[in-house]
Structures are given as C-alpha cells and as structure tokens.
C-alpha cells in the first residue's frame, strides 16, 4: 500500500477535486491519498465527491488555522 500526498490549499473548486481525481487515478486499489484542503466549499465538495465516485473517505481531521486532512482510499 502506497500513501501519497496532494496539496490544493492554494486551489479552488472545481479544481480541488478534479487535481485529487487525477492524482487518485495514478494510484492502485488500496493505496491511500491525503489531501491538504481549506475550509468551505473544498471541505465539502472533495469529500462528497470521491464518495459518490466510489472511493473512500477514511478520516477528516483539522489540521491548523482552516487547513483540513483527508485521507481516501482508493
């Protein structure tokens, strides 16, 4: 199981899911992604969408000031 990164702090939608839908694409089955989000509409978009895409969204943890953690299996 591979655990990758991805940094959209600095995006905004819709480019915050499509920029994690195409790192999610590189990984095989199994292996994890965490992406670096902000509060508001990526906080909530990104989630709701890799769910309805059929991947897996373990954990969404705060991490400081408005930037959020989540974890999603692919």
């Known amino acids: 199981m591979v655990t990758k990164q ?3 702090t ?3 939608c819709p480019m915050t899911f499509v920029k994690t839908k195409i790192e999610l694409s590189r990984l095989q089955p199994g292996d994890l992604l965490e992406v670096l989000l902000t509060e508001g ?3 909530e978009n ?3 969408s890799a769910t309805e895409q059929g991947f ?3 954990e969404i943890i705060h991490v400081k000031d ?3 953690k989540i974890t ?3």
């Open 10 to 12: 600095k995006e905004h």
């Open 56 to 58: 897996r969204v373990l």
């Open 46 to 48: 990104v989630p709701r």
């Open 66 to 68: 408005d930037i959020h």
């Open 72 to 74: 999603i299996e692919k």
């Open 6 to 8: 991805l940094d959209i």
């Open 41 to 43: 509409e990526p906080l």
